[in-house]
């Protein structure tokens, strides 16, 4: 695939954590293990030619909740039209594997499209 057919998305999400005893690099970490298992099974079900990767945004101030972004870049075709694949791994792939985790997400914006 040539970088040219790729859309790389950014996606906006608030976490609520269902410890508050959960520090923020145990945050990062189950959200970095989250989005490993999610683009493994989505590679699997939709074929290799998609990544994501997620980062939290500020500082966790440890009341509960945060806000993350998930830049994902992939074909359209994974989620239908342009501009809806990074949506559809999100709720299909991620939102379930943070929710196992006890972290909720919610708020899902969109932020940004570009080519690479």
């Not at 980062?55 to 101030?61: H, I, K, P, S, Y």
Request: neutral net charge; aromatic residues 6%.
């Amino acid at each position: 695939m040539s970088e040219s057919e790729l859309t790389e998305e950014g996606w906006e999400f608030q976490i609520k954590t269902v410890s508050p005893a959960l520090a923020e690099k145990d945050v990062r970490k189950l959200l970095e293990e989250a989005l490993q298992e999610a683009l493994a099974e989505a590679r699997q079900k939709q074929g290799g030619d998609l990544d994501a990767r997620a980062e939290l945004r500020g500082a966790f101030g440890g009341a509960g909740e945060l806000v993350a972004l998930l830049v994902f870049l992939g074909k359209a075709v994974l989620g239908g039209a342009a501009g809806a694949a990074g949506k559809h791994f999100f709720d299909s792939y991620l939102k379930p594997k943070l929710e196992r985790r006890g972290l909720f997400p919610s708020g899902l914006k969109r932020e940004t499209e570009r080519k690479p």
